[in-house]
C-alpha cells in the first residue's frame, strides 16, 4: 500500500522556521521525483518546491525561492521542506507528491499524493 505522511507542520510566528518531513512507502521512493504542493482556500493546489530523483534538479516557485529548501534522502525514503522566514501568507495546507516525470510539476501530474499536513503562520 503507498503511503506518504506528512509531518512537521503546526503554527508558528511571522519570520519563524518549520521543517516538513514526509516519508513515503509502498513503492521504489529512489526513482520518483518528489514535490511540496500548498492548497490554500479557495485556490488550486500549486507546486512550491521540486527535487528530482537524484538530488540533481531543483524547482522553487518564485513565491518561495531563497526562503524554502527541499531535499531528500533516499535511504530514509523522506522529503524534506525547511520553510524559514514565515509569512502570513504561507499559511496553507502542504502536501507531499511523488511524480513519475520531472516536467510538469503539476497535482494533476502527480502519482502519488500525502494527506497534507497545516502550517499555519500568525501572530
Given at each position: 500500500q503507498v503511503q506518504l505522511?506528512?509531518?512537521g507542520g503546526g503554527l508558528v510566528q511571522p519570520g519563524?522556521?518549520?521543517r516538513l518531513s514526509c516519508v513515503a512507502s509502498g513503492f521504489s521512493f529512489s526513482?520518483?521525483?518528489?514535490?511540496?504542493?500548498?492548497?490554500?482556500?479557495g485556490k488550486e493546489?500549486?507546486?512550491?518546491?521540486?527535487?528530482?530523483a537524484t538530488s540533481n534538479n531543483l524547482a522553487y516557485s518564485a513565491e518561495i525561492k531563497g526562503r524554502f529548501t527541499i531535499s531528500r534522502d533516499n535511504a530514509k525514503s523522506?522529503?524534506?521542506?525547511?520553510?524559514?522566514?514565515?509569512?502570513?501568507?504561507?499559511?496553507?495546507?502542504y502536501y507531499c507528491a511523488a511524480h513519475s516525470n520531472?516536467?510538469?510539476?503539476?497535482?494533476t501530474?502527480?502519482?502519488?499524493?500525502?494527506?497534507?499536513?497545516e502550517v499555519t503562520v500568525s501572530s
Open positions: 505522511v506528512e509531518s519563524g522556521s518549520l526513482n520518483y521525483h518528489m514535490a511540496w504542493y500548498r492548497l490554500m482556500p493546489a500549486v507546486s512550491v518546491a521540486g527535487i528530482d523522506t522529503v524534506y521542506l525547511q520553510m524559514d522566514n514565515l509569512n502570513v501568507g504561507d499559511t496553507a495546507m520531472w516536467r510538469p510539476l503539476s497535482w501530474a502527480a502519482v502519488y499524493r500525502g494527506q497534507g499536513i
